[in-house]
């Protein structure tokens, strides 16, 4: 285990904020966590993994945790179904990598997503389809409150759009690995635009595709600060759709069950023209209006929180809907 006081933060969050905390803290097992004397640390006490959900809107005044534990187990028992166990630290696009190279079935829509496992299974991570709960079988955590160990099957986890017990609960539960149950025999899931077409031979053929989609239009974090899509789709009635409809005929939409509709938040905001808008350092991507980017390398917490603020405003103004980050602010 490490601990480091007064700790800079930029390496430990993709949009590149220059921050720190008080106190940052790296360990290497659950028993390790275990020993920790939570209330003696500076608070609040959060974990974090790649901080690429995240945007930290100053200095933390506290303690940040963070796993290093990255194993990956293979529970081969010769079956199809092909039980897999990941550390909550490991990088989660190695995890796809790795489980890809097996020939296993099951996470290969999700390549090339930021994080850590331990944060996909927090978050619900999904694209082009999947949702890492549909590959899923059982969460192991540290209960911050009981002190104890526990796991959770994917039934008890409580999942949602990116939402889920752990998210509910505030940080009570500290996951500390993550089972998985992949396929041996093919499984593609094919359904999403620019998927349809193709007639892979393995799952590392539509990991190709999907790296190759999301090299398109998405900032990668290693070259352009950002924490990926900014803002939620805004879920709305009929009779508020109905309004926007009327304005916008051609307004893109989805029906959810219950006869909400949602609207992408990216029409929205490139309807209101903020495409490559900036404010300081930070700018509305050209590519993919839903993101906002460290576009000078320098943006500060002030620069993305007043674009934040900008497209909010503009969006209710010419929509009457109002936009919720997805970005969690910390
Ligand atoms: C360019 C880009 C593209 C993206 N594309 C997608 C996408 O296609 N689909 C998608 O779903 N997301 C996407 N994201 C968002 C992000 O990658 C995911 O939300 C990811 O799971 C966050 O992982 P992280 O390790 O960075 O977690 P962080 O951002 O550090 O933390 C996220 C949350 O998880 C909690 N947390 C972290 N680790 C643990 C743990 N071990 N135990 C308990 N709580 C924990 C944190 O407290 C926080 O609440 C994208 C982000 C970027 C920058």
Partial sequence: MNRYDHYSLLGHNTFRMPVSC???????????LAQLDFDALPQPVRH????????FTGDFPGTLLHARMTALKYVDMGLDEVPVVAGAGLRWDR?????CRHGLWGAENLSLIPGEVGAAAVQNIGAYGVEIKDILSGVVCYDTQTRKKCKFSVGECGYGYRESLFKETAGRYIVTSVLFRLQRKPAPKLGYKGLENLQPSSPADVREAVIRIRREKLPDPADLGSAGSFFKNPVMDALSFARIAEAFPEVPHFILPGGFIKVPAAWMIDRCGFKGVREGGAEVYEKQPLVIVNASGSATPEDV?????????????????TLHPEVEHI
């Fill in 305 to 321: 929180l007043r674009l934040e603020q900008r497209i909010i405003d503009g969006v209710r103004e010419r929509f009457g809907v």
């Fill in 22 to 32: 008080a106190c940052f803290i790296e360990y290497d097992s659950a028993d390790e």
């Fill in 95 to 99: 995890f796809v990598e790795e489980t």
């Fill in 48 to 55: 974090i993994g790649e901080g690429s959900n995240l945007l």
